[in-house]
């Protein structure tokens, strides 16, 4: 077989990371799907992670670390850690900013942050396109089972553009966003994708069956996990904002973060192209990998406002619990940040109703992001349990209606400067 060739040849000369023969492992992955592919491969990968993860003094290299993370990607279901983390190689993509395993906050510099952010995205979203693309026009024998028809081909285009078209716009390419011409917004789309030398997104594709759908539902959760990065950074800026009584940064970055959620909409209706057929098939082996372990989700949600104890003990939590640490060590809340801003009169009058506009509006798109993934889900999976070892959406039902904070249920009023309570969000 061409990988046991390949891998033995690079074994047994320099062992480079450089040269590893990534080719020749996706391609027998993307043969079977990573549920199926044989212990002899990865039984030979897991021979070459030993070699590579030696410890010495020194740092790894990019290459080395490329290598080492690619392979505890691949070997997840070997190891038996087989997770949502894992699944969507979040590891691999280095997701800017939010996400543990991204390179950490903004460090002051949102633009930069928020630059990396929409390049990724656009990418993700470029690459589920081409994709499509290259299936339609039989150009790919990847993932061959389930081909949907043109129209939902062209649908998929027309959503995917829509999706990605703020990003382009904050990027400067707003003529892609508008092309009337598909096939040439397409181009611009891919033109963003992450460079030869930068293969995360080609590496980061490892699905676990050959569905075709299966290709555009990792890309998309990938760009849901690309967003909540993005929000989680938003959100502490947030919280240091109030802390340092600073109303109009504090509500331009809530603002931003409520675009950013609600501009994301058409990736919900993107994930809706999907036919459930399909997605019950390859679904059946991702069990064990759940959004319920989104480290970014729960990041967020805990931003917001401090999880009340049964929430923070329940399996939505236990499932994330380096958050769950975070929460119980003290981590600061926009919730709290509010209310001591107004209690030590750090805002006052004008300010606290610029904060509290802002919070609310961004309030109500996250409970709206909850209903739509709660119809979506449904709709696919209906009365099927979760993954992750979750109830599915009788979960998901019982939890989109969580407030996102209780520090703004009531609007204020011009120049109350006090902090409102009671009542429910708008």
């Known amino acids: 077989m061409r990988f046991v060739r390949e891998l033995t040849s690079w074994l047994s000369g320099a062992a480079d ?36 993860t030696v410890p010495t003094a020194d740092p790894p290299g990019p290459a080395v670390q490329l290598l080492r993370d690619f392979l505890d990607v691949a070997l997840d279901k ?13 590891r691999l993509l280095r997701l800017p900013c939010g996400e543990d395993e991204g390179p950490g ?29 290259a299936a339609a026009s039989d150009a790919t024998d990847l993932l061959p089972e389930d ?19 703020p990003a382009l716009v904050r990027l400067g390419l707003a003529g892609a966003a508008h092309d009337p011409e598909p096939a040439a917004v397409l181009r611009d789309l891919a033109a963003e994708r992450a460079p030869a030398g930068e293969p995360a997104l080609w590496l980061s594709m490892l699905p676990v069956y050959v569905s075709h759908d299966e290709y555009l539902f990792i890309r998309v959760l990938q760009s849901y996990e690309c967003l909540f990065a993005g929000l989680v950074d938003e ?29 994301a909409g ?22 064990g990998a759940s959004a319920i372990q989104s480290r970014s989700y729960k990041l967020m949600e805990s ?34 940040a509010f209310r001591a801003a107004v209690r030590d009169s750090l805002l006052t009058g004008a300010d606290v109703d610029l904060v509290a506009r802002a919070m609310r509006a961004f309030a109500a798109a996250v409970l ?22 979750t109830e599915g959406t009788p979960y998901l039902a019982t939890v989109r209606s969580i407030p996102v904070f209780t520090a703004v249920t009531h609007d204020p009023g011009p120049s109350s400067g006090t902090a409102p309570t009671g009542g429910s969000p708008e």
């Open 17 to 52: 990371p450089d040269d590893f023969p990534y080719s020749a492992v996706l391609a027998e992955y993307h043969r079977v799907g990573k549920h199926f592919v044989e212990k002899e491969l990865l039984a030979l990968l897991d021979q070459i992670r030993a070699q590579v």
């Open 78 to 90: 070997w190891d038996g850690r087989y997770d949502y983390r894992s699944y969507l190689a979040l």
């Open 105 to 133: 906050e903004d460090d002051g510099h949102p633009d930069r942050a928020r630059r990396d952010r929409d390049r990724l995205l656009v990418g993700l979203v470029a690459d589920a396109l081409a994709f499509e693309l």
């Open 147 to 165: 081909r949907p028809d043109r129209e939902v081909v062209a649908k998929r285009h027309r959503l995917g553009v829509r999706a990605a078209s």
């Open 235 to 263: 959100l502490r800026a947030t919280i240091a904002a109030l802390a340092a009584g600073r109303a109009r940064p504090a509500a331009d970055r809530l603002a931003y973060a409520r675009e950013q959620l609600t501009a």
């Open 266 to 287: 058409p990736l919900f209706s993107l994930l809706a192209t999907m036919q459930p057929t399909a997605f019950r098939t390859f679904r059946q082996y991702t069990d």
């Open 303 to 336: 931003l917001c406002r401090t999880p009340e104890g049964t929430r923070l003990e329940s399996p939505a939590y236990q499932q994330v619990p380096e958050v769950r640490d975070r929460v119980h060590a003290g981590q600061p809340s926009i919730d709290e």
């Open 368 to 389: 709206q992001w909850r209903r739509t993934h709660h119809r979506l889900a449904t709709r696919m999976l209906g009365s099927r349990p979760g993954t992750g070892y």
